[in-house]
């Protein structure tokens, strides 16, 4: 069956404002300030100046202040006083009789100053003042300055002030407030304002990128990318698909400011624009040069530094865009010729080899294999995939016909989420490598990039360990690589202790780099192991070397690994920060793979924080980068961590429906697939069949030394009902392993088979500490029933406010341990508000004014809360109800 398309939603009217806060407050806090006369918006076009002085101006409105809102354009600016004609009260036909002399005008303005000063605070918004007729001008300057009114204008960069308002800074009575472009996390809040649902974080980036942060450019590659399709929803996660590219209108917008370029400047934005970056010192000719500095004078154009020489660049990208569409082919291909003869003639030729090949792709005359293979080996120190893949696509067409240069492609492709593509590759390389084997170096790459491909795209470790079966013993030279192949392989398939072993047989001491590649592979192994200490020792030592050969195995991947050790540790902040960060390097470097891994981490790290609705939308842009760039493995491990939130948030419709596309085996196939069924089941009332699968798979892991997946497992089995086996299994994992969480929850599980409260407030305390937010709310209110059975009334409320408190920032958890401390209330609602209330430090008339109740409503439901909670009096409640008083919270 298929689903209808969501219907996009409509883009025109008002954006929310964001990233604005602070502007707005000083823009206010400026006008209101006593002498000034002034305030000036100014930025680039279609930062968002005019949004934020009508929002100004609403504000002082809404506080009693008169707003008169005048709109220079260039049509008005020729007739003299006709845009203040609102604002003096004034006919046609007095303005042209005060206008033709001077001092009849000033006298008319130090008139109208006095009136206005007696009607109260007066304000002039002026849209685009530099557009302003000088009268207009003089009359504002005039009116400012003798305090009859304040001026909030906008201007462009780089457009001069009219020399009166100039005149008001050398009086200090003037301020000028430069408006930036939003920041990435700004827009990160503005896309699902806008499109009512979770963006995906990549396309706020590219976005971001496209846009420069500019609003009215990024609602018009909104706009158009909706309209193309491009922008669509997948899953619940709306993503962009390919480069943003500009709408109708945003086209005309960046023609209308390049429409008045010299000939020079226009035909140096078109060489910067078909050819990118152009090294300065190929643009030789003297018009040629000043044009250039025109530009960046102009911040049309930037010049930046790249190496020991310096480069040229459109400063916006889609100003590029833009000036590309302009360019005829014939032109397009000439000026990129040009280039190439340009750079191929200088003495530093090689160190513009990728430049060469791109321009002569892009020209339709791609040279010889040998150079865009060269290119392309360029292109990956760079980390530029796309390019890669093209360069060396083109040089396959060219005739080459190398398997290295089938590696090559083959590694961007895997970068890329590409692996299908890229398993092709390989297996031509595979076969050229057979028909004449070079050395066992490429034939273990070969070997060992294959493997990447086959787990990457769809979990068949099986098939890859294979691959490599006996490969050290055929290849010897080459082993170091392989065992390190198969032991991450062996750890995908929960096989932790042979994985350690096969990285044992490795006993050649290797480089500096070789090393720390091998103690990068061994971090894996040892966090599933439990061994925390020497996979942080390990991960810290690498990338506090520098020796890491970023070729093999790239900073993001350590960063990646170093992200999951830190939670291991029970440090969750750090271990969100070292994802994000790797992230949004991935993203940069449009390595799909990559960026998947990091959108995992973070929800897999989020969820052990207990905020569970960011969890999701982590979750989300996993799946839906999966099924839109790749790799497609990921989905199914997206959607298992989707579906654990929806079920661990009550909901069950949801959970079922997300974990539904997996396949089943998976459920006998991974872990953390059997996680996900086992509590969608347990939401569904099949706890008793969730709880024996849960058992039966950790004892596995147990078995195969994978203790860390085993404890997750194991203290969820407690959650979901069955706390003695959890504290059984759990109590020999803890005794094996010295990782602090695993020996965390061993402590929750026999504190919930004991059912302890002591223990359990201590477990509890314990997981707050390390913002385990959902795991200390948990274990509060379990201690919170058990003191109440205890008949420790005082206490048992004590915690269950703790837990309450902690379980509303957990983002909608509702899980059985949670309801059970629900039950331990011994308040009704009203007793409890007004006990709150109380325990802050309001006094009953307070409380009473402020619910509308009688005085001695209030003492009454007061009373009640003492006796229920066992306290004698106010000071007594907050700490009954774990709250803070107002003074101490102050």
Request: hydrophobic share 50%.
């Amino acid at each position: 069956m298929t689903s209808t398309p969501p219907v996009p939603p409509a883009v025109p009217g008002a954006w929310p404002m964001v990233g604005r806060d602070g502007m707005l407050a000083r823009t206010r806090t400026a006008l209101t300030s006593d002498g000034l006369a002034l305030v000036v918006l100014s930025g680039e076009a279609g930062v968002g100046k005019s949004r934020l002085a009508a929002e100004a101006a609403e504000l002082l409105e809404a506080e009693g202040w008169r707003i008169s809102r005048v709109m220079a354009s260039a049509s008005l600016s020729d007739v003299p006083l006709a845009a203040l004609i609102p604002l003096m009260g004034a006919t046609r036909q007095d303005i042209t009789r005060i206008g033709a002399d001077t001092a009849t005008l000033m006298a008319f303005a130090r008139d109208l100053a006095a009136e206005r000063r007696r009607e109260g605070p007066l304000l002039v918004l002026v849209d685009d003042v530099p557009q302003l007729d000088a009268l207009s001008v003089a009359v504002l300057a005039q009116l400012a300055s003798a305090g009859a009114l304040a001026v909030l204008a906008t201007a462009r960069d780089g457009e001069p002030l009219p020399e009166p308002l100039v005149a008001l800074w050398t009086s200090d009575r003037a301020l000028r407030l430069a408006l930036e472009p939003l920041s990435l996390d700004d827009l990160d809040a503005l896309l699902p304002a806008v499109l009512g649902g979770t963006v995906a974080h990549q396309t706020a980036v590219a976005l971001h990128g496209a846009s420069g942060g500019n609003p009215l450019f990024v609602r018009e590659l909104v706009a158009h990318a909706l309209a193309t399709g491009a922008l669509s929803e997948h899953h619940g996660t709306w993503l962009l698909s390919g480069a943003p590219g500009g709408s109708r209108a945003l086209d005309e917008l960046i023609a209308a400011r390049l429409a008045d370029l010299d000939p020079a400047a226009r035909e140096v934005m078109e060489r910067l624009a078909v050819c990118q970056t152009v090294p300065v010192v190929h643009i030789v000719e003297p018009p040629l040069r000043a044009a250039l500095g025109r530009l960046e004078q102009a911040q049309l154009v930037q010049v930046r530094p790249e190496g020991q020489r310096f480069v040229a660049a459109i400063a916006h990208p889609q100003y590029a865009a833009a000036m590309r569409q302009t360019v005829p082919t014939l032109r397009r291909i000439d000026l990129l010729l040009d280039h190439v003869a340009r750079a191929e003639g200088a003495a530093d030729r090689e160190r513009d080899a990728v430049r060469i090949a791109t321009w002569r792709l892009d020209a339709g005359a791609p040279g010889d294999a040998a150079l865009l293979t060269d290119a392309a080996r360029l292109a990956l120190l760079a980390d530029d995939f796309e390019l890669v893949a093209r360069l060396a696509e083109a040089a396959e067409r060219s005739g080459g016909s190398d398997p290295e240069l089938l590696l090559l492609r083959a590694d961007a492709l895997i970068k890329l989420g590409r692996v299908d593509e890229a398993l092709r590759a390989l297996e031509r390389a595979r076969t050229l490598d057979e028909a004449a084997p070079a050395d066992a170096h490429r034939s273990a790459r070969i070997l060992t990039m294959t493997a990447t491909a086959l787990i990457t795209v769809s979990g068949r470790f099986e098939e890859a360990l294979a691959l490599l079966e006996g490969a050290p013993e055929r290849l010897p030279a080459a082993a170091r690589r392989l065992r390190q192949a198969r032991a991450r392989i062996l750890v995908g398939l929960e096989r932790p202790r042979d994985a350690l072993a096969e990285l044992a047989l490795i006993t050649d001491t290797g480089t500096p780099a070789e090393q720390a590649e091998l103690a990068v592979n061994s971090v894996v192994p040892y966090l599933a192991l439990g061994r925390s200490e020497e996979a942080l020792e390990a991960t810290e030592r690498v990338l506090a070397s520098g020796d890491l050969d970023e070729a093999v195995v790239p900073r993001r991947v350590a960063a990646l690994m170093r992200s999951v050790v830190l939670a291991q540790a029970c440090r969750l902040e750090e271990a969100r920060s070292a994802a994000a960060d790797a992230l949004a390097e991935a993203i940069m470097v449009d390595d799909a793979l990559r960026a998947r891994q990091a959108e995992f981490t973070l929800a897999a790290v989020h969820i052990s924080m207990g905020r569970l609705e960011t969890a999701a939308r982590w979750a989300k842009d996993a799946i839906a980068g999966a099924r839109a760039r790749g790799p497609a493995g990921y989905e199914p491990l997206g959607r298992a961590l989707l579906a654990r939130v929806r079920a661990q948030q009550g909901q069950r419709a949801e959970a079922r429906a997300t974990l539904a596309p997996v396949p089943e085996r998976l459920i006998d196939d991974d872990s953390l697939v059997l996680l996900a069924w086992a509590w969608v089941e347990a939401s569904e009332g099949g706890a008793a069949a969730a709880r024996q699968r849960i058992a039966e798979r950790t004892r596995l892991r147990v078995a195969s030394g994978d203790l860390d997946f085993a404890s997750v497992l194991a203290l969820d089995l407690a959650r979901l009902g069955d706390p003695a086996t959890a504290a059984e299994l759990l109590a020999g994992m803890a005794e094996e392993s010295t990782a602090p969480v695993i020996a965390l929850r061993a402590r929750t599980a026999r504190a919930m088979a004991d059912d302890d409260s002591e223990q359990l407030a201590a477990a509890g305390e314990a997981w707050e500490r390390h913002g385990y937010l959902l795991h200390a709310a948990e274990t509060l209110a379990l201690a919170a029933e058990a003191a109440r059975r205890e008949g420790r009334a005082r206490e048992a409320a004590q915690l269950a406010g703790r837990a309450r408190t902690l379980a509303e920032r957990t983002e909608g958890a509702s899980t059985g341990p949670l309801a059970v401390g629900e039950q331990v209330e011994p308040l009704t609602p009203r007793e409890r508000e007004i006990a709150s209330l109380a325990a802050r430090g309001l006094a009953s008339n307070e409380i009473a004014a402020r619910l509308f109740l009688s005085p001695r409503t209030v003492s009454n439901h007061l009373q009640s809360a003492y006796a229920k909670l066992g306290v004698r009096r106010r000071t007594e409640l907050a700490t009954a109800l774990g709250i803070v008083p107002i003074e101490q919270s102050a």
